[in-house]
C-alpha cells in the first residue's frame, strides 16, 4: 500500500529555512500528483504547493516565490525548500499524493488527495 512519511521540520527564527523531506513508497508508476499542505491551530487544512508527474509545480500566493516543491522519482521522495519563512508559516506540514494528474490551484483542497503522511511540525519565531 502506499506510505508516505515527512522529515525535517523543526523551529527557526523568522528569515530562516527549512528543508522538508516526503519519502514515498507504494507507487507503482510515475503517474502520480504529489502535495505539500500545512495546517495551523485552530485553522483548516491548506494546500502549500504540489507538482505533477512532469514537474509542473503550482503554489498558493502566500508562498510563492518562498518555497521550492520538487521531487526525486528515482529516490521517490517529494521536497519542499522553504527560505523567508514567517512566524504565520507556522503549521504541521502534511505530504499528500494522488494517482493521475494535478488539479488546478482553484480544486487544490485536501479532498483531492487520498494519500497522507502523519506530518511534520514547523514552528517559525519572530
Known amino acids: 500500500q502506499v506510505q508516505l512519511v515527512e522529515s525535517g521540520g523543526g523551529s527557526v527564527q523568522a528569515g530562516g529555512s527549512l528543508r522538508l523531506s516526503c519519502a514515498t513508497s507504494g507507487f507503482t508508476s510515475s503517474s502520480v500528483c504529489m502535495a505539500w499542505f500545512r495546517q495551523a491551530p485552530g485553522k483548516e487544512r491548506e494546500g502549500v504547493a504540489l507538482i505533477d508527474e512532469n514537474d509542473f509545480a503550482q503554489y498558493v500566493d502566500s508562498v510563492k516565490g518562498r518555497f521550492t516543491i520538487s521531487k526525486d522519482n528515482a529516490q521517490h521522495t517529494l521536497d519542499l525548500q522553504m527560505n523567508g519563512l514567517k512566524p504565520e508559516d507556522t503549521a504541521m506540514y502534511y505530504c499528500?499524493?494522488?494517482?493521475?494528474?494535478?488539479?488546478?490551484?482553484?480544486?487544490?483542497?485536501?479532498?483531492?488527495?487520498?494519500?497522507w503522511g502523519p506530518g511534520t511540525q514547523v514552528t517559525v519565531s519572530s
Open positions: 499528500a499524493a494522488d494517482r493521475g494528474g494535478c488539479p488546478s490551484l482553484l480544486y487544490f483542497k485536501d479532498n483531492w488527495f487520498p494519500n
